[in-house]
């Protein structure tokens, strides 16, 4: 019998999805690519391309899961295999929500051009994924809308030619492999108009922002809340020397996501839901400023509070250990690359007990297993995901639909915080 220790080999029934987002000229999300493989095995990392074939079951899934809570309502791009093509099985799928991706191994002979041409009138959007300038791809031009060309490593020179012939054609062109901000200008300087990458994904052009008076004020706040011998009188105190703070907060917790109503003050809140669930919700409030600074930080900030709740959710999935500490392992753990700040700094104006701090400063602890399997689910890196499955007792096919629910949760509760 498999016990948590050495769960069973992979099935069919296990699933993996995670997502990519892609941006535009003004560096806003306008869709996600979902990264889903047939097993833990094709992707890797370093044994075989991120294209690998993804399969039927994957595709049910994710219409068993929903794909508007994998990206609150953008467009969803999927790959798509040549068998899933001829089939249909993108069908599944209304086209007003997706981008059929055809990975790189997909050629433009005869079936395929006829299966693209029929689900364009069916209203599909096509991209072609990873495109090289092969011969056997040609054919499939005319049928694309979007083109994805992979940078890296690749110079100006060398780029902007391709670009200039494709957009001829009438196709929009998607720069992938986006690692630095200079390499991004690049790109939209000769004339692509999507991007996708690390760059985008990771929120270090962040760094170096001055902390706001408001997230100061947070941050004083979250350290009196860790205090039992601070008074509700000195908490409402300093609430009243940020008043915008004080109201914000009101409206949070009498809002649905709380299910309260008619809290009328600080201390009747902290009365009522207790200073741990205050202290929740001002994290979240801390991020929501960093968010509102542009589309790039609001989605770096979307991404702090998906981990954050991914990693309670596999704590609460394991059945061991606190699902609300690790929530606070997760958000803390971005909060140096969003808050411009070394992460001893941020810590020691907050009051996180040791075993989080060991978590986050030195990677070690049950803490920081949990951390690793969620930010090795975030990179599609399945391998990661299952030994730190192993480790922590997770079941995989929960792994799925706690990262589904992390999104939703995440979208959520930023829109509230904003409100």
Same mark, same amino acid.
């Given at each position: 019998?498999?016990?948590?220790?050495?769960?069973?080999?992979?099935?069919?029934?296990?699933?993996?999805?995670?997502?990519?987002?892609?941006?535009?000229?003004?560096?806003?999300?306008?869709?996600?690519?979902?990264?889903?493989?047939?097993?833990?095995?094709?992707?890797?990392?370093?044994?075989?391309?991120?294209?690998?074939?993804?399969?039927?079951?994957?595709?049910?899934?994710?219409?068993?899961?929903?794909?508007? @809570?994998?990206?609150?309502?953008?467009?969803?791009?999927?790959?798509?295999?040549?068998?899933?093509?001829?089939?249909?099985?993108?069908?599944?799928?209304?086209?007003?929500?997706?981008? +059929?991706?055809?990975?790189? %191994?997909? /050629?433009?002979?005869?079936?395929?051009?006829?299966?693209?041409? *029929?689900?364009?009138?069916?209203?599909?959007?096509?991209?072609?994924?990873?495109?090289?300038?092969?011969?056997?791809?040609?054919? +499939?031009?005319?049928?694309?809308?979007?083109?994805?060309?992979?940078?890296?490593?690749?110079?100006?020179?060398?780029?902007?030619?391709?670009?200039? /012939?494709?957009?001829?054609?009438?196709?929009?062109?998607?720069?992938?492999?986006?690692?630095?901000?200079?390499?991004?200008?690049?790109?939209?300087?000769?004339?692509?108009?999507?991007?996708?990458?690390?760059?985008?994904? &990771?929120?270090?052009?962040?760094?170096?922002?001055?902390?706001?008076?408001?997230?100061?004020?947070?941050?004083?706040? +979250?350290?009196?809340?860790?205090?039992?011998?601070?008074?509700?009188?000195?908490?409402?105190?300093?609430?009243?020397?940020?008043?915008?703070?004080?109201?914000?907060?009101?409206?949070?917790?009498?809002?649905?996501?709380?299910?309260? @109503?008619?809290?009328?003050?600080?201390?009747?809140?902290? *009365?009522?839901?207790?200073?741990?669930? #205050? %202290? *929740?919700?001002?994290?979240?409030? #801390?991020?929501?400023?960093?968010?509102?600074?542009?589309?790039?930080?609001?989605? =770096?900030?979307?991404?702090? +509070?998906?981990?954050? @709740?991914?990693?309670?959710?596999?704590?609460?999935? %394991?059945?061991?250990?606190?699902?609300?500490?690790?929530?606070?392992?997760? $958000?803390?753990? @971005?909060?140096?690359? $969003?808050?411009?700040?070394?992460? =001893?700094?941020?810590?020691?104006?907050?009051?996180?007990?040791?075993?989080?701090?060991?978590?986050?400063?030195?990677?070690?602890?049950?803490?920081?297993?949990?951390?690793?399997?969620?930010?090795?689910?975030?990179?599609?890196?399945?391998?990661?995901?299952?030994?730190?499955?192993?480790?922590?007792?997770?079941?995989? &096919?929960?792994?799925?639909?706690?990262?589904?629910?992390?999104?939703?949760?995440?979208?959520? &509760?930023?829109?509230?915080?904003?409100?």
């Amino acid at each position: 019998m498999a016990t948590p220790e050495t769960p069973p080999p992979p099935t069919a029934q296990d699933v993996y999805v995670a997502r990519q987002p892609i941006f535009d000229v003004r560096n806003e999300v306008v869709a996600y690519e979902l990264l889903y493989r047939d097993s833990a095995q094709s992707t890797a990392a370093g044994l075989q391309p991120a294209s690998v074939m993804c399969n039927e079951m994957a595709l049910h899934a994710m219409l068993t899961i929903g794909l508007d @809570r994998l990206t609150g309502g953008a467009t969803a791009w999927i790959n798509i295999t040549r068998d899933h093509l001829l089939n249909g099985l993108h069908r599944l799928f209304a086209p007003q929500n997706i981008v +059929l991706e055809l990975l790189e %191994s997909v /050629s433009g002979d005869e079936e395929v051009v006829a299966a693209c041409e *029929r689900a364009r009138a069916d209203g599909y959007v096509l991209a072609l994924d990873d495109y090289d300038g092969r011969a056997e791809l040609l054919p +499939l031009l005319p049928q694309a809308s979007v083109i994805k060309l992979q940078i890296f490593d690749r110079t100006e020179q060398e780029l902007a030619p391709l670009v200039r /012939s494709l957009r001829a054609d009438g196709l929009t062109v998607l720069a992938e492999c986006v690692e630095t901000v200079e390499s991004r200008n690049m790109c939209q300087r000769i004339g692509c108009t999507l991007f996708q990458g690390y760059v985008f994904s &990771r929120p270090e052009t962040l760094v170096g922002r001055a902390m706001s008076v408001e997230q100061l004020t947070i941050l004083n706040i +979250l350290s009196m809340l860790g205090n039992d011998r601070i008074s509700e009188a000195k908490l409402e105190e300093a609430f009243q020397s940020h008043p915008t703070l004080s109201y914000a907060l009101l409206r949070i917790v009498n809002s649905a996501a709380i299910g309260l @109503r008619s809290v009328t003050s600080i201390p009747h809140a902290m *009365r009522i839901i207790g200073r741990t669930a #205050l %202290s *929740r919700w001002l994290h979240v409030m #801390l991020l929501a400023t960093v968010a509102s600074r542009s589309p790039l930080a609001h989605e =770096a900030v979307q991404q702090a +509070l998906v981990r954050a @709740r991914f990693c309670e959710l596999l704590t609460m999935e %394991s059945g061991t250990g606190d699902p609300a500490a690790q929530f606070m392992v997760g $958000l803390l753990s @971005r909060l140096d690359v $969003l808050l411009g700040m070394p992460l =001893a700094e941020v810590l020691e104006r907050l009051p996180v007990r040791p075993e989080v701090r060991i978590a986050l400063l030195e990677g070690t602890g049950s803490h920081a297993r949990t951390l690793k399997t969620a930010v090795a689910y975030e990179n599609a890196d399945w391998d990661a995901v299952r030994a730190g499955a192993s480790a922590s007792g997770f079941r995989m &096919r929960a792994l799925m639909e706690a990262y589904a629910e992390a999104t939703e949760w995440a979208a959520e &509760r930023l829109a509230s915080a904003k409100r």
